[in-house]
């Protein structure tokens, strides 16, 4: 596995409450010294850690806008969500002509890519329904296709093994580019505005696919500061777009799936949401759904993190943008689309697993159920693991210790309180039950 992720911490911030912890959805982070810490092979990137950090501890890394000095043409690539950022804007073009005013040379949509997607998927999806068990699976989210391939194995499968919109428009722009100017392909750089960490880890590191044409990626909130100035002066814009309502759609939760001209399909938004669509999936509940879109974001690739409005705002303000446009503007031909399907069949990533050594990882397993039982099942996360599960897991891997359990220390310190030592304020309120008493007790024993 590519050893790149975009979501980092900053220890300097961090204040080791565990709320990121107890988020994440791989139990990819743990809490020790007092300082949270990420377990890069487990991580997907889906940005909850950051969402929920009241510290500002977690955060993604992304490019520097000097970047765009390296090329001698460079090309802006905006996901549809990219336009429900901004207040009092009514025509899409005004956007795409500000970002050429900031030192972009050209502008290409995401959106565009999607409509061919869309299309795609239309026309090939009986074929792809027909090699999998259960419901066809989207692979647009790139968190939730991590997730899957680290913890779902089972749905691999299932995954639409088609190159998410952005992958495709990058290799649109660079091509449509070349044709323009000339250039050879080093010399034009084409740049993503990303709404979400995995978006910027999947342009380093893509999945199906043996490389990315992306050559930067930038947030939507920095590109978002530098057209504030920019916005205001347009009068004229050019007229950029070439997209229509099936692409924009895609900015939000069932914009996918609304293009596909079926009504058997399902939807869901927010990792909590598709944790259970996917568990259910797994336990053939929902073989009888053709389709299913899932976000890690709330409400779709508007919820990102590194957005700027809120999901709901943006929702709104893209509603109203759409209205005007036409259906579709983008279609594929009858010629080989072979580049929009993956390279590579999606693979399940064993991060989870114990040990090389089938018969060892048993014994493991084995020895984990053992200090699991002896554990108070409060999952209160307070030894600094998600779960008592987790930290079971953490004692036999050898990097935590049974004693850290709040639990059993309490059960330590009240053996120390049956001969009259007061501990009862050693521990927080929650986990102090039976040390009064037997202080008291003690207090009232007659010599």
Known sequence: MN???SVTIDRDRCKGCINCMKRCPTEAIRVRDGKATIISERCIDCGECIRICQ????????DDFSMLENYKWTVAM????????????????????ALKRIGFSSVFEVSCAAELVTHLTRRNFERIKASCTGPVISSACSAVVRLIRVRYPALCENV????????????????QAMAETGLAPEDIGIFFISPCPAKVTSAKAPIGIEKSYINGVFSASDIFIRLQSVLKKIDEPEQLMKSGIVGINWATSGGESAGLMTDNYLTADGMENV????????DGKLNN?????????????????LNVANPFVARSRIKTLRKYLPVSQNKLDTGDNSHMFWEEALEYEAVFKLDDDLFEA???????SEIESRLPGLDCGSCGAPSCRALAEDVVRGTARESDCVVRFREQLEQLSRVGVDLSNVLPAPFRYGLESNTEDKKHEKP
């Open 362 to 368: 048993m014994n493991k397993m084995k020895m984990i």
């Open 289 to 305: 759904i053709d389709f299913v879109e899932l976000n890690a974001c709330p409400g779709g690739c508007v919820g990102g993190v």
């Open 275 to 282: 944790v259970n669509v996917l568990e259910e999936i797994e």
């Open 160 to 175: 639409l093994p088609v190159n998410e919109p952005f992958h495709l428009a990058a290799q649109m722009a660079r091509e």
């Open 3 to 5: 050893s790149f992720h």
């Open 55 to 62: 510290n500002r501890a977690k955060k993604s890394v992304y």
């Open 78 to 97: 905006t996901a549809p969500s990219f336009y429900g950022q901004f207040a009092g804007v009514d025509d899409i073009n005004v956007i795409l002509t």
